[in-house]
C-alpha cells in the first residue's frame, strides 16, 4: 500500500517567517495529495489540495508544490501568524472509489510571536 | 446536522470489556473512514466504507475489531476484550464519494483503556 512520509516532526518558527513541511510518497499511482490542519482537541480540517496534473497550487499565505518525478511534494507558509500553530498532515491516494487516504505522521508548527 | 457526529466524545474502560464507537456522517456523504491516532501519533487508516460495503479493512489491527455500516449513514465501530494500547483517539470521516476529494473529520472518540 502506499506510505508516505513527512519532515520535519516539529516546526518552531518566528511570527512572520516562512514555514516548509516536506512529504514522500512510495505509489507512483497516487494522484491526490491533500493537507490537513488539526487544532487541539479538533479533527483535522482540509487546507489545501493539489492532484497530479499539476504542479504548484497557492491560496492566500499557503502554496503547495508536487514533483512527481521524485514524488515528493511539499507544504509553504508565507507569513506565518500564531494561529498557523497546530499540526499539520499530509496525504497521499489514488482518486478513485475504493482507496484510502493515508497520512504522513504529521508536524507540529509552533509560530512565536 | 451540519457536520460528522461522533460519540461518545470519550469512553473510559476496564481492560477486557467491549467498547461501541459510533459516528454520523454528514447526509449524503458515501464514503465513510475510520482512523486511530495515538497521543502525539499520526492518522493509523483503519476501514473504509462506500455505501454499506468496505472496500478496504486493510487498516484493522486485530480481529478483535470490527465495524459496520448500515443504510449508508451511521457507522459503528466496535472494539472487543479492549486493551490498553488501544487506547487512543478514534476519528470518523465521511466525503461525497470517496478518495480524492475532501474529508470532513468529526472531534474523534477519547477512547481510555484502564
Known amino acids: 500500500g502506499e506510505n508516505v512520509e513527512q519532515h520535519p516532526s516539529t516546526l518552531s518558527v518566528q511570527e512572520g517567517d516562512s514555514a516548509v513541511i516536506k512529504c514522500t510518497y512510495s505509489?507512483?499511482?497516487?494522484?491526490?495529495f491533500p493537507w490537513y490542519k488539526q487544532e487541539l482537541g479538533k479533527g483535522p480540517q482540509l487546507i489545501i489540495d493539489?492532484?497530479?496534473?499539476?504542479g504548484e497550487k497557492k491560496d492566500q499565505r499557503i502554496a503547495v508544490t508536487l514533483n512527481k518525478t521524485a514524488k515528493h511534494f511539499s507544504l509553504h507558509i508565507t507569513e506565518t501568524q500564531p494561529e498557523d500553530s497546530a499540526v499539520y498532515f499530509c496525504?497521499?491516494?489514488?482518486?478513485?472509489?475504493?482507496?484510502?487516504?493515508?497520512f504522513g505522521k504529521g508536524t507540529s508548527l509552533l509560530v512565536t510571536p | 446536522g451540519a457536520g460528522v457526529s461522533q460519540s461518545p466524545s470519550n469512553k473510559v474502560t476496564e481492560k477486557g470489556k467491549d467498547v461501541e464507537l459510533r459516528c454520523d456522517p454528514i447526509?449524503?456523504?458515501?464514503?465513510l473512514y475510520w482512523y486511530r491516532q495515538s497521543l502525539g501519533q499520526g492518522l493509523e487508516f483503519l476501514i473504509y466504507?462506500?455505501?454499506?460495503?468496505?472496500?478496504?479493512k486493510s487498516g484493522l489491527p486485530s480481529d478483535r475489531f470490527s465495524a459496520e455500516r448500515t443504510g449508508g449513514s451511521v457507522s459503528t465501530l466496535t472494539i472487543q476484550r479492549t486493551q490498553q494500547e488501544d487506547s487512543a483517539v478514534y476519528l470518523c470521516?465521511?466525503?461525497?464519494f470517496g478518495a480524492g476529494e475532501k474529508l470532513f473529520f468529526g472531534s474523534g472518540t477519547q477512547l481510555s483503556v484502564l
Open positions: 470521516a465521511s466525503s461525497f
Open positions: 505509489d507512483s499511482a497516487s494522484n491526490y
Open positions: 493539489i492532484r497530479s496534473n499539476v
Open positions: 496525504a497521499a491516494s489514488k482518486s478513485n472509489s475504493g482507496y484510502a487516504l493515508n
Open positions: 447526509s449524503g456523504h458515501t464514503a
Open positions: 466504507f462506500q455505501g454499506n460495503s468496505a472496500p478496504d
